[in-house]
Nanobody, 122 residues
Framework: QVQPVESGGGLVQAGGSLRLSCAAS?????????VGWFRQAPGKEREFVAR????????YYADSVKGRFTISRVNAKNTVYLEMNNLKPEDTAVYYC??????????????WGQGTQVTVSS
């Protein structure tokens, strides 16, 4: 089975940028349909951020991040990236990567990483 490993989180000022990485450990992402990014802020439920299909590279974004975040993949590196620009304090959360057999990640039986903290100061 695959184990996604997130990295790249940190503290940034509002308006700044960060790039998160989700690397595969174990099986490769090519064995699965899609990879998604989710986030969870303190006291809030987990929410969808973006997803990408592994084979076709089709992307989809939450309205709250559309135009600011970009999800991409590098097949040779077996890695999915989330480029985050013009960050806002409300983007503060733990960001998780989910690898799925389905085209829409976010299912209970997906493979989830341990998360990386993103904090945006005002």
């Amino acid at each position: 089975q695959v184990q996604p490993v997130e990295s790249g989180g940190g503290l940034v000022q509002a308006g700044g940028s960060l790039r998160l990485s989700c690397a595969a450990s174990g099986r490769t992402f090519s064995n699965y349909a899609a990879v998604g990014w989710f986030r969870q802020a303190p006291g809030k439920e987990r929410e969808f951020v973006a997803r990408i299909t592994w084979s076709g590279g089709v992307t989809y974004y939450a309205d709250s991040v559309k135009g600011r975040f970009t999800i991409s993949r590098v097949n040779a590196k077996n890695t999915v990236y989330l480029e985050m620009n013009n960050l806002k304090p409300e983007d503060t959360a733990v960001y998780y990567c989910a690898v799925s057999r389905y085209s829409r990640p976010g299912n209970d039986d997906d493979y989830w990483g341990q998360g990386t903290q993103v904090t945006v100061s005002s």
